[in-house]
């Protein structure tokens, strides 16, 4: 089949959407397929047998100076000006924006290429539906998670209600979204609990809904026998400062650890100055066992997993769970909140590790308590983590059951 992934936003070190095109563009094209994919700033990275169509974004969240004076006058088109404007009153337009160019796009391709389908990621803009109707492709997109999710925690951790103003507009995108999914011909989802949510969140019918859960690269991810385990160590992925990711009810565990054995934690993620999770290290004087990594590249994450004891993930929620699948795929224990799709990747047993409540500190302090003083258990449990990522989340098998997906639709 001809097909062509479409990703707002697509760098692997910038959140799961870059890991997600990255492997499933790569696995779909080993299987035979012409793959190509539309994507907006930061730029995904690809197989040199993809195509990659790098479209244009004003791109202003992530610009030094939010309103350049030349902006957007330097290209003012209609949607420039749409997404200038919107940024100007708080909105986020990205997700419509890039449907639009990437519905412009394939108006130019489509006459060349014939694409089979169309394979959204996330991003749900209105110009789906003009790919599928006005240019007659089917269109399958996938959701990780409804947005929802992060909405309502972000607004019940707002400080004052003119922040939680500010996010009511910032997230107004998702009445969109919702309108969208809906409507969509298919929509494949990483987990049964993100299908639960979305159903209950976009009233996108189950129906319509195939669950394929995303893969671990098991030849990035695994243990290496010469790197030395630091004691007590441990170590959680935390890509921003959103209270999503539950960092600060890990904080305060480590606060309630401070005696006896204290353990060290490591942050992979940056520290932002007055941000939350900086300021409760401070508050709560953790400087000395807590530290941030900043960004780093993918093999010195997987050194990081290797020299660590245990893995944490405090999620609230998650859709998947990527920092769990790689730690186990790394042969270490995983302590989870039981938030979101966080059970299904440990499974019923607890063979891989430990389950918490969600927003509990004192369980996540019990639990890292209990692992530091069980090296057989922590042993045991990395062996069953890295055999369940082998059993169960396979990159190749991710790409055949997605392709069964293009098949029943077509």
């Not at 890039?98 to 694409?115: D, N, V």
């Not at 319509?208 to 098991?218: A, W």
């Amino acid at each position: 089949m001809k097909i062509c992934l479409l990703c707002y936003r697509g760098k692997p070190n910038c959140g799961g959407q870059g890991v997600y095109i990255y492997y499933l563009s790569r696995e779909l094209s080993d299987l035979g397929h012409e793959v190509h994919v539309i994507s907006g700033p930061p730029y995904p990275v690809v197989e040199d047998n993809i195509t990659l169509h790098r479209l244009d974004s004003l791109n202003l969240y992530d610009s030094p100076d939010r309103f350049p004076k030349d902006f957007p006058w330097r290209k003012p088109s209609p949607i420039n000006l749409y997404e200038y404007g919107s940024v100007a009153l708080g909105l986020f337009p990205e997700p419509m924006t890039f449907s639009l160019r990437a519905f412009q796009k394939l108006r130019e391709l489509q006459p060349i290429h014939k694409f089979d389908v169309v394979h959204d990621n996330q991003g749900l803009g209105h110009g789906m539906l003009l790919i599928k109707h006005l240019l007659k492709i089917p269109v399958v997109a996938t959701i990780h998670h409804p947005v929802t999710v992060d909405r309502d925690l972000d607004l019940a951790a707002a400080p004052s209600w003119r922040w939680r103003l500010r996010l009511k507009r910032w997230y107004s995108f998702i009445g969109m979204q919702s309108f969208v999914a809906k409507r969509m011909d298919r929509v494949i989802t990483v987990s049964k609990k993100s299908a639960e949510d979305i159903s209950r969140d976009f009233g996108v019918p189950t129906s319509k809904m195939r669950v394929v859960y995303n893969g671990t690269d098991g030849n990035l991810f695994k243990q290496n026998g010469n790197v030395i385990k630091e004691p007590h160590s441990l170590i959680t992925v935390n890509s921003g400062d959103s209270p999503i990711k539950g960092v600060e009810y890990l904080l305060k565990a480590m606060k309630l650890l401070r005696n006896g054995i204290v353990p060290k934690l490591t942050i992979v993620g940056c520290a932002v100055p007055g941000g939350r999770n900086f300021n409760m290290v401070q508050e709560y004087g953790l400087e000395d066992i807590v530290t941030f990594t900043g960004r780093i590249d993918d093999d010195e994450l997987v050194a990081r997993y290797t020299s660590s004891e245990i893995a944490v993930v405090p999620s609230l929620y998650e859709g998947f769970g990527f920092p769990a699948t790689e730690a186990m795929a790394c042969g270490i224990p995983v302590i989870a909140s039981s938030a979101g799709a966080l059970p299904e990747l440990l499974g019923p047993d607890s063979r891989v590790g430990i389950s918490v409540p969600p927003a509990d500190a004192e369980a996540l302090a019990a639990a890292i308590k209990q692992l530091m003083h069980d090296k057989d258990a922590r042993i045991k449990m990395g062996a069953a983590g890295r055999k369940r990522v082998e059993d169960h989340f396979c990159w190749r098998r991710a790409a055949e059951q997605t392709v069964a997906v293009y098949k029943e639709l077509l």
